[in-house]
């Protein structure tokens, strides 16, 4: 066992003595050296063995590469995420290798080296790893590593530090040439007698090697270590000192919900966005700095940073961020900003310019809001550019702290292989981009609701008044969808300080709401004289005053992000149709109603649609039965509660028993694109109930 302050020793020699296959002894390393952010960020560099294996041809021994495929994560790698290739057929490719000019021909011939025919595609550091001789590599992008080979003195600094056993190779976009550049550099150590532990790739990261998984493994902690204590020795004052304080804790969060549904809205100019916020202290350390106007403009270094984070962030002025016409200023600058950007690097067979809008806004004295086309991506975005934060900060300690020139940038974000890599993934879910806040949504028709909206790529925020009901369906909604795909909030629709809490937990989640769903109700049935003033008010509060104050909290949002939206309101058919024991719900319905045709009357102008979905006898897992309602129904109906599913079924025109998921399929109707044009709308999901027909 290993001491170390800045990395993390996780091999276990009891678990891996028990791994007897090279490849899974290799990914076994990897998904440690994954596993600590400190050396690689999500999705980021690469790891590699060599093996001799048989020839599924020939029979004979043929020596085999073994690499994390295109797209991979080293953390989260499994043997189905490498590629496996011939070394001898991928070495032999320099033979046809026509220069940097036709770098991107050589990914295609990747191809004919392939051995394991279940592979991965392989990625672009495929030759960096099979022009140099070592049978495990690492290839990572630690942040004290890249500090060093971010600043401006990075080769006399690694020469120094490491006394010549470290290499250094200049900035070069990784391909073909730099898997030569990387070979020459360890063939020149040779030639002078030294024997090298890794080489630093000059604003890019660092590889290191080893005879073994965990003499590679320890090499790299090692090398990663010493860079890391060498930026502490040298921290003094760090980014010029602090130019201005933070806001308390509570007095961030507040400014952070309210100014993200405004920036959602500037950054969804082209596409909706889904935003993250971050005010983590090494992000407040930098946002308040004195150095911060002189480094934020440079932009990043590492590829992996710039591809997720843009060329530049936009740096908010905190006295004017309440000044719409600033932010119209600022906003319009930064896209002429990243036009001229685009018009002054691009190439003949350059892609169309893409969004833009920036992906980082940094707030000082607040933190950090970063926006993309769904909350994992805009979450990592955030991760990266806290990436870059650190080597901003350790470059400066030892040097001066360089970006990557804007042509090199621009060739790494409009590179013909990202592009490629672009189209190929799948189109967009109907709810990609979309936020949705569907009340009373951790159990019966709210969750069916949400689930839907989750299946259709929104972002959810479930909600409830009940706290262990509301943890249950977190559970169950981030087994199935993932963490980024939800956030929760406890919510009582009668309580207006509850509902811009929850509002606020949508801003700070994903950056605000597209989507309402007014569905959380109750039910009480009894005859007039039985009908108390109690359960007159408590049916009012909840069906009707909860959606007054829901709809009027959620304009409120949707109107600063300015991207228009959907409300829709789960409302019955008893707002149509009149029946026994039933004038306070009934009554409160038919409220509810009439309330959604205003709405939408006027929030038209808005883009804002409102429509309303009218279930009845929705029995299977709703808590509408709950509370005595099955009981004085089944009484009124002159029937036992166990004959009221197929009583209800029986009484509509198509013979059917109404689910929770019939609708939610409903609402999905009227969010989900098709009817964008539609607003003021009753969707009846009854089985069929003449006298609830609107027309």
């Not at 960020?41 to 599924?56: C, L």
Request: glycine share 8%.
């Amino acid at each position: 066992m290993r001491n170390y302050k800045h990395v993390s020793y996780l091999w276990d020699e009891a678990k891996a003595a028990q791994i007897t296959n090279e490849v899974d002894l290799f990914i076994y390393r990897s998904n440690l050296l994954g596993a600590d952010l400190r050396l690689t960020n999500y999705g980021g560099g690469n790891t590699s063995v060599k093996i001799i294996d048989k020839d599924p041809l020939t029979g004979r021994d043929v020596e085999v590469m073994w690499i994390k495929g295109s797209g991979g994560d080293i953390g989260t790698l499994t043997k189905s995420g490498c590629a496996a290739l011939y070394l001898e057929r991928l070495l032999a490719l320099e033979n046809v290798y026509e220069g940097i000019e036709k770098e991107d021909k050589m990914v295609e011939l990747f191809n004919h080296c392939i051995f394991d025919l279940a592979s991965k595609a392989p990625s672009i550091d495929t030759p960096l790893h099979g022009f140099l001789p070592f049978k495990h590599i690492d290839h990572l992008h630690p942040d004290a590593a890249i500090a060093i080979a971010a600043a401006k003195d990075s080769q006399i600094i690694t020469e120094e530090l490491f006394n010549g056993e470290i290499g250094w190779v200049g900035w070069q976009r990784p391909g073909f040439d730099l898997g030569l550049q990387l070979r020459a550099c360890l063939q020149e150590a040779e030639a002078k007698g030294i024997k090298l532990k890794g080489i630093m790739l000059g604003s890019h990261g660092l590889f290191t090697w080893g005879d073994t998984a965990y003499d590679s493994y320890i090499n790299t902690l090692d090398v990663i270590e010493k860079c890391a204590e060498y930026l502490e020795y040298n921290y003094k004052n760090v980014f010029g000192g602090q130019k201005i304080e933070s806001l308390s804790s509570e007095d961030r969060t507040q400014k952070a919900a309210s100014i993200a549904p405004t920036l959602r809205g500037y950054c969804s100019s082209e596409r909706k966005m889904i935003g993250h916020f971050t005010d983590d202290a090494r992000v407040l350390e930098f946002i308040n700095s004195n150095d911060l106007d002189k480094l934020a403009p440079l932009g990043t270094s590492c590829p992996d940073h710039f591809l997720r984070t843009k060329i530049a962030p936009l740096v908010l002025d905190p006295a004017q961020v309440g000044d719409s016409a600033y932010l119209d200023t600022v906003f319009a600058g930064y896209r002429e900003g990243y036009k001229q950007y685009y018009d002054a690097c691009k190439h003949a067979n350059s892609p169309a310019m893409r969004d833009p809008n920036p992906v980082v806004i940094l707030y000082p004295g607040v933190g950090m809001f970063t926006f993309a086309k769904d909350k994992t991506t805009a979450r990592l975005a955030s991760e990266y550019y806290i990436n870059a934060i650190n080597v901003m900060k350790g470059a400066e300690a030892i040097s001066e702290y360089t970006a990557l020139p804007h042509q090199e940038a621009f060739n790494i974000e409009y590179w013909l292989l990202e592009e490629a890599k672009l189209q190929r993934m799948p189109k967009p879910k109907a709810l990609s981009g979309r936020i949705a806040l569907v009340t009373g949504s951790a159990g019966g028709i709210g969750k069916a609701i949400a689930k839907k909206f989750a299946e259709e790529g929104a972002c959810v925020i479930l909600n409830d008044i009940n706290e262990e009901r509301l943890a249950s369906a977190k559970e169950e909604f981030v087994k199935k969808f993932g963490k980024d795909a939800v956030a929760t909030t406890l919510l009582n629709v009668t309580d207006a300080q509850s509902i811009t809490s929850a509002m606020d937990a949508a801003a700070l989640a994903f950056g605000g709401v597209d989507i309402i769903v007014n569905n959380a109700g109750i039910s009480i049935s009894k005859p007039i004289e039985s009908h108390t003033i109690e359960d007159w008010d408590k049916l009012y509060d909840i069906l009707v005053k909860g959606q007054f104050l829901v709809t009027q909290a959620a304009v409120a949002v949707m109107r600063k992000q300015g991207i228009g939206g959907d409300i829709v309101n789960i409302v019955s058919k008893n707002a149509l149709v009149s029946g026994p024991n039933n004038a306070g719900y009934g009554s409160a319905k038919a409220a509810q109603l009439h309330l959604s045709r205003l709405n939408a009357a006027e929030l038209g102008s808005d883009k804002i649609r409102v429509n309303t979905v009218n279930p009845d006898a929705v029995i299977a897992d709703s808590n509408i039965w709950a509370g005595g309602w099955a009981e004085g129904r089944a009484k009124a109906y002159g029937i036992t509660i166990e004959e009221l599913p197929a009583y209800y079924a029986k009484r509509t025109l198509l013979n059917e028993a109404i689910l929770p998921d019939d609708i939610a399929n409903a609402c999905f109707a009227f969010v989900g694109g098709l009817l964008g044009k539609s607003t003021g709308n009753v969707l009846n999901v009854d089985g069929g109930v003449a006298m609830a027909f609107v027309r």
